[in-house]
């Protein structure tokens, strides 16, 4: 299947306007990652390089046709010393498929802390989904080829007090990037769609339901390398009404906290 490099090529047309490319898939709908960061390059390429990304807020609108090339419209909403914001709405077939807010900063002294990194097994102590998934969770783990992603057993997951479901995921790109710190946000938005949804899940095992990702809001918090071994700490605090919010903490292997995600997305039991 495609590279990252390769699902998130994108090419100018106009000032503020760009074309991301269509990339080899078996997914019968385009996935919400992949629109997710194309948007974000395509706003990276309207701001100047000293900005840095630091939030982004997207609506998944329509399904994407995954044979079809994606529009995206960039508006310049603001530009301003310490701060730049980017609308993009992602088009095909003259319709609306992905709208997205971005916001860039340039970076300032100020107090820090964070959340502690949960306790879990040591990627290295986990098997390679490639090698431990059933032939049926193979078969679609092969649209992420490139990506190592082992998940933490329910039995391991580092539980936390009140938490109705939680998953524990450990990810990283398979080879040497760019060291464009860019480049690396824009994949972290690319990969940050996936398994997310399946937090809400744990606890309903078995249970059929048709999924997809309705909105998606991301915050950078400090630099990172996609490259190497990220901690998804996911959790699904509220399901009901066909729909299911979801949320989670990305931390690096030193365990310092470098993103973190909300979505709520479709689970809702398939219509007869």
């Given at each position: ?109 100020g107090p ?117 071994w990220l ?33 709520e997305g ?7």
């Amino acid at each position: 299947m495609a590279t990252i490099e390769e699902a998130l090529e994108i090419e100018r047309l106009e000032r503020d306007i760009f074309r991301g490319a269509s990339p080899k898939t078996q997914l019968a709908r385009t996935f919400g990652g992949q629109v997710a960061g194309q948007a974000l390059v395509s706003a990276v390429r309207t701001v100047e390089p000293r900005f840095q990304v630091h939030s982004l807020h997207g609506y998944f609108l329509r399904p994407g046709n995954p044979q079809e090339r994606t529009v995206y419209l960039v508006e310049r909403i603001r530009d301003g010393r310490s701060f730049c914001t980017r609308r993009v709405t992602g088009v095909q077939d003259g319709a609306a498929i992905f709208m997205m807010s971005a916001s860039f900063h340039v970076g300032d002294d100020g107090p820090v802390h964070q959340d502690v990194m949960p306790e879990v097994p040591a990627p290295d102590d986990l098997p390679d989904a490639q090698t431990s998934l059933s032939p049926e969770r193979l078969w679609a783990m092969r649209e992420w080829e490139h990506w190592d992603i082992r998940i933490v057993p329910q039995e391991s997951v580092a539980r936390r007090d009140g938490s109705v479901a939680q998953q524990q995921v450990w990810f990283r790109y398979r080879h040497p990037l760019p060291d464009d710190p860019l480049f690396h946000v824009c994949t972290l938005a690319y990969m940050s769609d996936m398994t997310l949804l399946g937090s809400s899940k744990v606890i309903h095992p078995g249970e059929p339901t048709q999924d997809a990702s309705l909105d998606h809001a991301m915050w950078f918090l400090r630099p990172f390398r996609a490259d190497d071994w990220l901690l998804y700490d996911q959790s699904s605090p509220a399901a009901g009404f066909g729909r299911a919010l979801t949320g989670g903490r990305i931390f690096n292997r030193a365990g310092d906290l470098v993103a973190a995600v909300v979505q709520e997305g479709l689970i809702r039991t398939p219509r007869q």
